[in-house]
């Protein structure tokens, strides 16, 4: 659970240092930092985010915007959303 911590906060701390301000402009950053936030409050309670996030959905948006394949944002996403998956399959 601490991993998926530290990977949420490090998505929320990398949009808003590359988008302050902007976040609510792009719909795919708002929506990234939307459930990244709710992953990590969940993970705050000591829960697991049951809801299955679509990774390939979210890069292929981030990326239609941005182009940036090297973004730290979307690096950590998927770190994050791999860590997600781990767990999710540890409660099944």
Do not use: C
């Not at 530290?6 to 459930?35: C, F, H, P, W």
């Not at 292929?60 to 999710?88: A, M």
């Amino acid at each position: 659970m601490e991993d998926l911590i530290k990977y949420a906060q490090n998505v929320l701390d990398a949009i808003n240092e590359e988008y302050t301000g902007k976040s609510q402009q792009e719909e795919i950053i708002r929506d990234m930092y939307t459930v990244t936030e709710r992953i990590l409050e969940t993970a705050k309670k000591n829960h697991v985010f049951e809801e299955n996030i679509n990774i390939y959905n979210y890069s292929r948006r981030f990326l239609d915007i941005t182009s940036d394949y090297g973004s730290p944002i979307l690096l950590e996403f998927e770190k994050l959303v791999n860590q997600l998956k781990k767990l999710q399959e540890n409660i099944k």
